[in-house]
């Protein structure tokens, strides 16, 4: 499963800024797909996930403000991120869990990750 992210870029504190992340067809049966960030000389950490049912699970500091959506028909991911907050200002990474239809196996599968700068 190949994924690409885009979306990101400059915004000002109290702004917002849609991702989206598309999937390519293949032969895996995606499951959970989500999205974590890096910023600048931390660790990565999870900011949100969804099932394919639809449901949704979010960091304490996302609540309220990140809304994570799905549509399952185009294998496409998307984070509704406002009130930005300098302190969001990090390398956005979409994921998807897929297990093979074949051998049943399951991955992780990453996007490129897309930058997001919240300013100040």
């Known amino acids: 499963v190949q994924l690409q992210a885009s979306g990101g870029g400059l915004v000002q504190a109290g702004g917002s800024l849609r991702l989206s992340c598309a999937a390519s067809?293949?032969?895996?049966?995606?499951?959970?797909m989500g999205w974590y960030r890096q910023a600048p000389g931390k660790e990565r950490e999870l900011v949100a996930v969804?099932?394919?049912?639809?449901?949704?699970n979010y960091i304490d500091s996302m609540k309220g403000r990140f809304t994570i959506s799905r549509d399952n028909a185009q294998n496409m991911v998307y984070l509704q991120m406002n009130s930005l907050k300098p302190e969001d200002t990090a390398v956005y990474y979409c994921?998807?869990?897929?297990?093979?239809?074949?051998?049943?196996?399951?991955?992780?599968?990453w996007g490129q990750g897309t930058l997001v700068t919240v300013s100040s």
């Open positions: 994921y998807a869990d897929a297990s093979s239809v074949t051998s049943g196996r399951r991955f992780r599968f």
């Open positions: 067809r293949s032969t895996f049966s995606i499951d959970d």
């Open positions: 969804i099932t394919s049912g639809g449901s949704t």
